[in-house]
């Protein structure tokens, strides 16, 4: 109700009779792991006074499918909404700026994510913020003012056919795209200076990579095991690693 202004820790978890929470514009601050393993929850709003989803809020909510987000929510944090199963279709708010590791991870269970529509303001994707949502499928727009794609953040998401990244992207990190089984063709925009160790690792339909003159530094093994990789021209000078395109057998540069 209007006036509540705190949620402590814990203090819906596991109610399992819980369906739909509606969180008033009164509320400032949301308890880690509030609402954590509440199995029939279905539907979440949040009122104007939140900025920050708490670590563990949401996390296990297994029948969790509509969020609607404020646009007062700046971060989220890890493990928010992670192992929430049932949920296929995300939209985030354009007043959210970074996403911390593994807010929407599938860690344990089965997934039904099958599109996010990212905010115009996002800049951070932290590490295994969207790992392993194996039916995330078709072309992933990231947003215009994205920076930094942390370590392993789409690891496993083994439908996404292709990536269109945004022109202020620097950094691809360790395992971000790992074993992104669909992907075909990849175009790098001219402000990325490095690419992380496994980057795209066992990319294994990958044919085509187009790199920027930004670029500085490819890490280890960062296209290991692209057994269908031809076409991968980058500028004299740039630090590649030995294994960096260790088992591609088909690479012609």
Known sequence: QEGLLTIANDAFSNCTSLKSITLPNSLTTLGESAFQDDSAL?????????????????????????????????????????????????????SLTQIDSKAFCAIHSETSLRSISFGSGLQEIGPYAFAFHTKLAGILTLPEQLTTIGDYAFSG??????????????????????????????????????????????????????????LEEIGQEAF?????????????????????FKGCIQLER
């Open 42 to 94: 279905e539907s979440v709003q949040f009122g104007n006074g939140i900025t920050e989803v708490s670590a563990h809020a949401f996390e296990s909510c297994s029948s969790l499918t509509s969020i609607t987000f404020s646009e007062s929510i700046q971060r989220i944090r890890e493990n928010a909404f992670a192992d929430c199963s049932a949920l296929k279709k995300l939209t985030l708010p354009n």
């Open 157 to 214: 998401c083994s439908s996404i056919t292709q990536l269109q990244f945004p022109n202020g992207l620097q950094s691809i990190q360790k395992g971000a795209f790992q074993n992104c089984s669909e992907l075909r063709a990849i175009s790098l925009p001219n402000t990325v200076t490095t690419l992380g160790e496994s980057a795209f690792e066992n990319c294994n339909n990958l044919e085509e990579v187009i790199f920027p003159d930004s």
């Open 224 to 244: 290991i095991n692209c057994v269908n990789l031809k076409s991968a021209v980058y500028k004299k000078g740039v630090k590649v690693d030995p294994t960096s």
